[in-house]
């Protein structure tokens, strides 16, 4: 069975360096990703970086456990999934960040994965639900942020 792929795009106002380190620090992953309810690096890691693990749950319940497999600061990030819901054969993603003008970074997520049978049959619906929910997590993203940095820099008026 060939894998299925799709990417998501978002411009965040800020550089890469600032979104980047955002979204490594576990301690602010659920400010920003609504798709979560639970975000933790496991195996007594403090930060994210490549060979560490995570488990994530989503709201649904569904949970998994990544590996990073790719650590680069600021311009790449990507996993693969090691124990996950039986449905994925295979689970792959990378985070990748862009300059793309001052204080302007190109967020795209690429996720790559792979269904058993019988969810195989569902793989319209599967990459449909993903694609919404990752296009939902970008957008929180860049509204997180960029709220965040109008925050600050109005604080830092006074």
């Not at 649904?60 to 449905?87: F, L, Q």
Request: glycine fraction near 6%; include cysteine.
């Amino acid at each position: 069975m060939k894998g299925i792929k799709f990417t998501q795009t978002i411009i965040i106002d800020t550089n890469a360096e600032k979104v980047f380190d955002f979204t490594q620090d576990y301690s602010n992953r659920l400010k920003w990703d609504t798709f979560l309810k639970r975000a933790d690096l496991i195996e007594g890691a403090t930060a994210a970086d490549k060979g560490v693990k995570a488990c994530c749950v989503a709201k649904n319940g569904i949970g998994m456990v990544t590996e990073y497999v790719s650590y680069n600061r600021p311009r790449v990030t990507a996993i693969k999934m090691t124990k996950g819901p039986y449905m994925f054969k295979s689970f792959l993603g990378s985070w990748s960040f862009k300059e793309v003008g001052k204080e302007k970074t190109e967020v795209i997520f690429l996720y790559s994965f792979s269904l058993r049978f019988p969810f195989n049959i569902l793989t319209s619906f599967i990459k449909n639900n993903l694609q919404t929910n990752v296009k939902q997590r970008l957008i929180d993203l860049k509204n997180n942020i960029e709220n965040e940095s109008t925050m600050a820099q109005h604080l830092s008026g006074y």
